[in-house]
């Protein structure tokens, strides 16, 4: 293990729970020896003060775990191991890499005649400890040299642990930046549950806290959601609810953002983990935010009728919503294994993140089964399991879009989900009149329902612009 943060640290303690003998290194080397006399004493460990004695003291081929930093200190590292491995020995980054460096550094080692591994690695420091989501990708003919101890140290559900090969180069860094991208979405979703239950109901936080406890036992059964009751049922040092003292700006560390940024150069509509990225950005805006809010007048956000039903069909809205989250994650993948060439397992993904993560869930369970029963299934929302829960919870979903605009209490997630959802089951759409306009300014040219496909058409709207159709047309 090269890098003895805290993610670093724990695995290396993980694997010592499991009978591996690890040897560690890391930059600043007093925290070598701050790490053997303090969480590794009496334990196997080994270190090492230099790159030259960490090298020396592993086995080959050398298998060498790095959890630094992600990006410069990535290739830095790398550089300064070069010089003393060997071909065959293999390269791991267990941080949170962005999936491009993964393929590059994959090539580079390759033409090297070394292997390596781009790992994304779940579960934040107890994770680490006790049982991670581990999600490698790179060279394959590496994998048989390291799956003995990743699966041991990963979690496990029903015996089946929670890390598996995903595919070539950068596959497992693609695939944990759209685990936080899902992540960033099924936050987004119980954030606006919260929003409407105690802004349009006026609920408190024992009430808030029952309801996300009987969502737990149900569809919804998650860690979010378990974390969730317990923020609820959390108390300031006076006695009043924490949560209400928390400011209201969320950060982000961007691999929300980088799931995003690949829909849009995919093509691929991520629009609720989008949507739940600009309400980070927009909750960070927090002084425009303030002076808007003295000028800017809405409704009362008190939402009228029986609050029971009003809870139900905000399960609806909720449970609706992360099924769409999910068959776009799911559409996102399905695309970059096409443009990337990754022979993506979709039932082992959903298997690799039903423990360990964040986004570990019941839910995920029964994503791993609808692909295991049909592996080409090409969208979730129309596997008989989903598509009847969506069905189900449609009517519920729709009421709460609608409540939450009239009460002014924005909930993007569900919105964006419903439009999508809308969209997708749609054999027409509105495009005919976007085609007309870009035809109309800039003789972009359309295709006619009455006639193949690929044949091109422009229409001379003005009778002033001329017959001529793209670029050179003048209205
Ligand atoms: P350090 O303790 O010497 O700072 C998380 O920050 C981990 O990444 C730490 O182990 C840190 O080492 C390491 N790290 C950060 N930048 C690095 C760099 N440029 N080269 C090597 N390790 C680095």
Redesign the pocket.
């Known amino acids: 293990m090269?890098?003895?943060?805290v993610m670093?640290r724990n695995l290396v303690l993980n694997m010592n729970d499991h009978g591996v003998t690890v040897a560690v290194y890391?930059?600043?080397t007093a925290?070598v020896d701050e790490f053997l006399a303090g969480d590794a004493a009496g334990t196997s460990v080994l270190g090492a003060h230099s790159i030259e004695d960490f090298v020396a003291l592993l086995r080959r081929p050398r298998r060498i775990l790095l959890?630094?930093?992600a990006g410069?200190?990535v290739d830095?590292?790398i550089d300064s191991l070069l010089p003393f491995l060997d071909p065959g020995d293999i390269v791991i980054d267990g941080g949170n890499s962005l999936f491009t460096d993964s393929i590059r550094r994959t090539r580079q080692l390759e033409a090297m005649g070394l292997h390596y591994v781009g790992c994304g690695i779940s579960g934040g420091k107890e994770g680490a400890r006790y049982g991670p989501s581990i999600m490698p990708g790179g060279s394959e003919a590496a994998w048989p040299h390291f799956k003995d101890i990743f699966q041991s140290i990963a979690a496990s559900v029903d015996g089946r642990p929670c890390c598996d090969w995903v595919g070539s180069d950068g596959a497992g860094h693609y695939l944990k930046m759209v685990h936080n991208g899902i992540e960033y979405g099924d936050m987004q979703v119980l954030a606006e549950a919260y929003d409407v239950m105690h802004r349009g109901l006026g609920m408190g936080h024992r009430d808030m806290q029952k309801v996300f406890a009987d969502w737990n036992s149900g569809p919804l059964d998650s860690y979010l959601v378990e974390i969730t009751t317990n923020i609820m049922g959390t108390a300031d040092d006076d006695g009043d609810p924490l949560l209400e003292k928390i400011l209201d700006t969320a950060s982000q560390k961007g691999t929300g953002k980088w799931t995003v940024v690949s829909s849009m150069d995919l093509g691929q509509p991520t629009t609720l983990v989008a949507e739940a990225v600009y309400a980070r950005v927009i909750s960070s805006l927090l002084e425009q935010r303030r002076s808007a809010a003295g000028t800017l007048v809405g409704p009362d956000s008190a939402i009228a009728g029986d609050p029971n039903e009003i809870v139900s069909d905000l399960h609806a809205a909720v449970y609706a919503s992360k099924i769409v989250s999910y068959a776009q994650g799911f559409m996102l993948l399905d695309a970059a294994a096409a443009e990337f060439g990754w022979d993506l397992d979709f039932s082992s993904i959903a298997a690799m993140w039903r423990g360990g993560c964040i986004i570990r869930s019941r839910f995920l369970g029964e994503l791993m089964d609808v692909y295991a029963a049909d592996p080409d299934l090409p969208n979730i929302l129309l596997s008989d399991f989903f598509g009847s829960a969506v069905a189900n919870a449609q009517d519920g979903w729709r009421r709460t879009v609608a409540r939450a605009a009239i009460a002014g209490i924005p909930v993007p997630a569900y919105s964006s989900a419903l439009s999508f959802f809308d969209s997708y089951r749609s054999d027409r759409v509105a495009a005919n009149l976007i085609q007309a306009q870009r035809d109309y300014f800039g003789a972009h040219t359309y295709e006619r329902v009455d006639r193949e496909r690929g044949e091109f058409f422009h229409t001379n709207w003005t009778g002033t612009g001329g017959n001529v159709a793209s670029t050179n047309y003048n209205v």
Do not use: D, F, H, S
Not at 2 to 5: F, H, N
């Open positions: 090269i890098g003895l943060a670093g890391n930059r600043t925290r959890m630094v930093k410069e200190a830095a590292t």
